[in-house]
């Protein structure tokens, strides 16, 4: 669809551009409407893809509301009472765990951790002190030897629905930096990450042998984690000796892969002077606008296919490297203010949807994982 910008500004040229996008949502659709078009990403995750889902936009333009829904001001928990107006995220997980329930039992499982990027800095929001009260702790983003970024010592909580989901990311939220700017009351000043990470159980030796198979083997052979761990008797050792050979051989041949649905909500880029911030607030909104704009480099950089990626040059980049790059799915929503007061925060909002949407990987493509499963 279509975004036509036509408008101008005392002491500025008149403005006359046209934007393409794939759907452009008006200001009476509902939440329900936004997630239809949501909801098929998510099914790739049960395909063994990576998929990332971020909200970007200025200060004020709907990114949190689109992506958590509404909040009570007092302590930032989910509003419950009107299930309509939730956000992306919480429904994406009641879709994901509606999707995992019509498959064998016991062949999927998720965790979840909950991180903010503030001021070029990663911290988990679930760690927990010695008395068990949840409080924010700086961790490091680092790229394992076979490149994949990873944080060392980060909490995850494995969850069995999307209640116990909420309520670990309502715990997380009460964390996050939140400060008033001249632009809006309660201005995120960080990144909100939060990763759901499903483990599948598949059967190993029941890959096809075709020349796409045999590519979707060696890409899966590099996120088998170990082999599908086996019930041990604390009490005595020798069950696991008397395993038959049969036994054992089934046992190695169920793997673990491991997807990341990432899913965030990205504090506002804004000029410095619209926003009137000073001093410690300053340094924030200088942080935020390079992050962004180091997001801004990684997909144009893969859009032109280049064959280096500064995913290092931010915190936040170097975090979303598996949800973006290679052939992870990207969903960028972009929330744009219609205040021409803020237009030039509009355009440059326009400019990374542009951006974003030149990253081409071709249609998702069902891939039907050998899931294990139950047998009488």
Known sequence: ETVLVKCSRPGHAPINKTFQFERVYNATESQDTVFADVAPLLTSLLDGYNVCIMAYGQTGSGKTYTMLGPQLEENLAFVNEDESELGIIPRATQELFRLIS??????YWVE???VEVYNNEVFDLLAKDSCGKVFGIKRDVVTTREGKSDVPLLTYESVANASEFLHLVTKGLQLRVRHPTLVHAHSSRSHLVV???ITTIVAGDNFGTSWEDEQINQRLNKEVSCTYPQKRDSKSTSSSRASSPAQLEAAEKMKQV?????????AGSECVGMSGVTGAALRETSCINRSLSALADVLGAIAEQRSHVPYRNSKLTHLLQDSVGGDAKLLVMLCISPSQKYLTESMQ???FGTRARQVQRGQIKKRNLPVLSKTK
């Open 195 to 197: 990763t759901l990470t």
């Open 112 to 114: 979840v951790s909950v």
């Open 258 to 266: 491991k997807t990341r649905l990432q899913l965030v909500d990205l």
């Open 349 to 351: 909002s326009l400019g």
């Open 102 to 107: 019509e498959k064998p039992p016991g062949s």
